[in-house]
DNA sequence: CATAATCTGTGACCGGGTTCACGATTTAAA
DNA sequence: TTTAAATCGTGAACCCGGTCACAGATTATG
């Protein structure tokens, strides 16, 4: 089947539930069942999706644009605990009990989301239990990420923090190009700050130093070329 | 039934899986089933249970004893990772892909376990679906608490960080007496350095002048008194 | 119970990251 | 395209936590 009809854009929301990973499992009859059990909303920059604390009872799937899960911290800075783009989702944990949110999301661009219900989310698991396979997979994946962050944060040079807020995004969001990878910056500086827990300041002038030593270039303040990927890593150690 | 029958010392491992909450759900003709799938096995204080980056296909629960989950950073520090415990689990990624572990876990005190292997485990999920449920709300917790450390690591003060240490060790080590929270330090001075990303010293000294204003009182090395809970949380703020 | 090994507390110094300030650049909006 | 708003870069001073060193306390061990 063209994969293209999986498209949100050419298929006006009908198959678009097919383009998240979470319901790869299932053949066309059933995404259709999937699509009539979703909501679908759209926000605008800066629109927030979810306030910290706040209880739901379902799940959103992200299928277009970017958004930013934060808290506010208790003294005075936002921590960034996650960028969630195309085919990530948020609020697995009301699957299991009606719990207060952990953090605050608000789209970084306008952002459209699929929305499905806590109960009829737990039918499909029960009926098609691959898809409770894959939330786990998401969740081991999601720790992954935050043991690494937890190390990052630990580590009392800047430089490897910097270094590895970069390798992260060159994976999540870089695209190759003849130069070296090019990183389409989801957020400022002063937000890759909030992401490591330093200040907009420093982020900016380690940036700069790597960039005078040839690692990377910035063009304009949104994208980063990062022109020798291993010298980076190597920078780290 | 005699909730002491399950304790793994009075009842010579017979079932002992009974203590563990993944398998609360099982009724005793359940538990004796998943009890002969089980290995069990035994390590002295300073013991590595598990390399970082070994490949393993089994689950590890905790039924006695305390381990630590570290990494070793590229700066050549320690960054611990979880304190498991009694009825904790550790190998939950192997059940999903042979992946290599992402830290190494240390026992720091005698500590028994239960091994089973990834295939018994995965019929036992299938049969018991409760048992999946449970894993899953596991890995929230463990969500929960590394975006709370992600947040305290992140924060600037000291004394923000070693509050939320004790605070979080009160909740899960901690026992109410007549004076306050006693708390059963599971890792030294520098362990918990190592847990939230300071020195030793550093941590010393801040415990010190805690103790000073009236916050906690140090029994010997092992023990803190929580004298003034309320306080401390204030204190983050 | 004694002794060794380990862990802890604290002073002094140093360095790197934060803070504050402000001009320059980039991006978004009209 | 022009203008306004937001973002970014960088210098200077300060301050807090790291580092090093060592004595004292605690815990483990025989």
Do not use: W
């Not at 299928?63 to 960034?80: C, H, L, M, S, W």
């Not at 661009?109 to 737990?122: A, L, R, W, Y």
């Not at 060159?170 to 909030?194: C, M, T, V, W, Y």
């Amino acid at each position: 089947m063209d994969k293209s009809l999986y498209a949100c854009d050419s298929c006006q929301h009908k198959l678009c539930a097919g383009r998240v990973s979470l319901f790869t499992s299932l053949d066309t009859d059933q995404l259709l069942q999937v699509i009539k059990l979703i909501v679908h909303k759209e926000y605008k920059k800066g629109e927030l999706l979810l306030f910290e604390g706040e209880v739901r009872n379902d799940l959103v799937i992200v299928n277009k644009g970017q958004v930013k899960a934060f808290r506010n911290t208790i003294d005075g800075r936002e921590q960034i605990l996650y960028i969630f783009s195309e085919g990530d989702f948020f609020g697995e944990k009301n699957l299991l009990r009606d719990q207060p949110s952990n953090y605050a999301v608000e789209a970084l661009e306008e952002t459209h989301v699929c929305i499905i219900h806590k109960n009829d989310f737990q039918k499909l698991v029960k009926e098609y239990p691959d898809i409770g396979l894959k939330v786990m997979e998401v969740l081991c994946q999601r720790l992954d990420r935050l043991e690494n962050a937890v190390e990052t944060m630990g580590t009392r040079t800047v430089g490897a923090r910097v270094s590895s807020v970069l390798l992260e995004f060159a994976d999540k969001f870089g695209k190759q190009s003849p130069q070296g990878i090019i990183i389409d910056l989801p957020l400022s500086r002063e937000g890759i700050a909030n992401y490591i827990g330093l200040t907009r300041e420093t982020v900016s002038r380690k940036m700069s130093s790597m960039q005078d030593q040839g690692l990377i270039e910035m063009i304009g303040n949104k994208k980063v070329l990062l022109l020798n990927r291993t010298a980076l890593e190597k920078s780290i150690e």
